[in-house]
């Protein structure tokens, strides 16, 4: 059986290497990947959109165990990321995704505080974050009440619909 | 006025997006795709430099949702926004957001959509430009009274139309002014659907050729035809074949109808590529139908005879470039079966499901668009057309046998096709004679092989 972790742990461990692409072949596995050819993208605001996780055709009976799909590197031109999923964290977490396209926000204006740390308590109805679009700021607010376990997404960055942006222990 | 396009949001799916996606890349110009969640593992996400999940399954909440589509192309830096076909391509209000946001619609502007769109503003667009029209009321009808005096004065069978309606939906034959009311009503109630119940008459020509002009025009109001596409094999007004040139054209009328689409074009300065539809009778007189301002599906049949890329077109004419002032005319025959996911022995049933096995066909002379893999699961939130299967020879009778070769190679497993009626299609005596009308599929009978 393959072991989700062990291969995330493989590649994190290739990508510290700096090599430009791997191959690996076994009788349950066959996997290739790309790393972008030494380009620095920068970490800033206005990162491009991650191509999202493509389920590779010969991979899809591992889906299962492999939790997260390994991304597709062909044509991407930024480091591999890995969306968080609560399958592999502590499966009582619930995750808050994003409603909308948008920018994330985690104050109402930069002169006003954050709405919401790491370790909070919120209530069902309590507004997290902002996301805004063409100029419009859309209060979002938690369907659950708990804790903050873990902010996603980095103030300021782009989201898309259905993006989790917090794992909260209820 | 030349402006480089740099990057292009693609506001589509399916074959359409690929297509596009294809053509920029080609072009050196990138790509943002958007998927709704039903799409996540679709062709073209995968194959866009970006690509940005904006809604759920349901069309409104995701490719017909402007804010979040405009969103993307604000959050990505595009450009332009290609809308394909279908969904916002012709929706005024969407060409009118994109140039409020200084993105380029590549597309007609706000204004060709709203002469074009509204059927009975169009039609008296073209009577004022003294194209053709088929004999029918001027504008909209307000009472059913009005309608049985003008289709006294039209002369019966008459169709009843609705002004904002598409796909065949808001239509009714009207034969004898006993049932006037009745289909009145039920034309009324459906029409009601497009948000507009307004109705017009027009006289119902009796087993017509759908023939269909391709046109391009630039941002300097000039404008030139690409020839014919005869698209009369439909079923309940959705087309399943189309074929360049059209068995029933010829050169005269080629150039007359050639000629009159130009002057539609050119009476509105119309900017992009757009179709003229015609209705042509058994008299080869031909009458203005409607205009569509956007790209069709079946227009990689007119690419293939006159080795243009169409979607390269609408970008560079979208970028300011000027088109030649020239005609494109068939040279060679191309022939399209539209592959549906439906079960053409059971009505045409719908049937999306998963594919779990593929072969598409190749070779000299056949062109696949599609963006279906071994793998795929089709989702039920969209239409059913799964692959464009063209087939591209010298006459039409070898496109013909490269179609049918074509459909026997084709496998596609897990999911029923329309591809066994194509193959019956393509031995019927009176399609292989190029010898049929719209009413061809009322009289066709699909043999079902289960049926002993």
Not at chain 1, 126 to 154: P, Q
Request: proline fraction near 5%; aromatic fraction near 8%.
């Amino acid at each position: 059986m393959v072991n989700f972790k062990e291969v995330q742990d493989f590649i994190r461990a290739v990508s510290k290497i700096g090599l430009s692409e791997v191959d690996i072949q076994t009788e349950e596995l066959k996997l290739n990947i790309k790393f972008p050819a030494g380009e620095k993208e920068s970490q800033g605001v206005k990162e491009g959109f991650q191509i999202p996780q493509f389920q590779m055709p010969m991979l899809s009976g591992m889906s299962q165990q492999m939790g997260s799909p390994l991304q597709a590197a062909a044509t991407t031109t930024t480091p591999i990321e890995y969306r968080q999923e609560t399958k592999e964290d502590d499966k009582k977490l619930l995750t808050i995704k994003s409603p909308m396209v948008g920018t994330f926000y985690r104050r109402p204006s930069p002169d006003k505080p954050i709405y919401v740390n790491v370790g909070d308590e919120v209530t069902k109805g309590k507004v997290l974050c902002v996301i805004e679009a063409m100029k419009l700021f859309n209060e979002i607010e938690s369907e659950v009440s708990g804790k903050i376990a873990k902010i996603l997404v980095e103030d300021g960055s782009p989201v898309e619909y259905d993006q989790p942006l917090f794992l909260v222990e209820p | 006025m030349y402006k480089k396009i740099n990057k292009v949001l693609i506001a589509n799916r399916g074959e359409i997006a690929l297509r596009i996606i294809r053509t920029c890349q080609e072009m050196g110009i990138k790509t943002v795709a958007i998927y709704s969640t039903a799409d996540k593992d679709s062709l073209h996400v995968r194959f866009a430099d970006e690509a940005v999940c904006i809604g759920p399954a349901p069309s409104a909440q995701s490719y017909l949702n402007i804010p979040a589509i405009i969103s993307v192309a604000e959050l990505t830096n595009a450009d332009a926004i290609h809308p394909g076909y279908g969904f916002l391509s012709e929706n005024a209000k969407f060409a009118r957001i994109c140039k409020e946001h200084d993105i380029k619609f590549i597309g007609p502007t706000e204004e060709h959509i709203n002469k074009m769109g509204d059927k009975a503003t169009a039609r008296r667009t073209m009577i004022e430009n003294g194209v053709p029209v088929t004999p029918g009321t001027e504008g909209i009808l307000s009472t059913v009274e009005d309608g049985k005096k003008e289709a006294r004065r039209i002369g019966y069978p008459v169709m009843l139309k609705a002004t904002a309606g598409g796909g065949g939906k808001g239509m009714r034959i009207i034969r004898k002014e006993e049932d006037f009311e009745t289909l009145w009503a039920q034309a009324k109630q459906e029409a009601a659907f497009f948000a507009n119940d307004d109705v017009y008459l027009e006289k119902y020509i009796e087993e017509p050729h759908h023939i269909e002009i391709q046109i391009a025009g630039d941002q300097y109001g000039n404008v030139c035809h690409l020839s014919e596409r005869d698209c009369s094999i439909q079923r309940r007004h959705q087309k399943l074949l189309e074929e360049t040139p059209s068995p029933f054209m010829t050169e005269e009328l080629r150039h007359k109808m050639g000629e009159a689409a130009c002057k539609a074009a050119k009476a509105i300065q119309y900017e992009g590529v757009g179709t003229v539809e015609f209705l042509v009778d058994a008299s080869r007189n031909f009458y203005f139908m409607e205009m569509n301002t956007r790209i069709q599906v079946e227009h990689g049949i007119t690419e293939e005879v006159t080795n243009l890329d169409l979607v390269k077109e609408q970008i560079l004419i979208a970028e300011g470039h000027k088109i030649n002032q020239r005609n494109y005319y068939p040279q060679a025959h191309a022939i399209e079966c539209r592959i549906n996911a439906e079960d053409p022995f059971n009505n045409f049933r719908p049937c999306p499901g998963q594919i779990t096995g593929l072969h598409l066909p190749g070779g000299n002379g056949i062109r696949v668009d599609t963006h279906i893999y071994s793998g795929y699961k089709i989702p039920s939130s969209y239409d059913s057309m799964i692959v464009k299967l063209v087939a591209v020879a010298q006459t039409r009778q070898e496109a013909i046998d490269k179609m049918k070769r074509a459909l026997n190679e084709l496998v596609i497993e897990g999911v029923k096709t329309t591809a066994a009626f194509h193959q019956q299609l393509m031995e019927d005596e009176r399609f292989r004679q190029g010898k049929y009308t719209t009413k061809f599929m009322e009289e066709f009978e699909i043999k079902n092989p289960d049926v002993k």
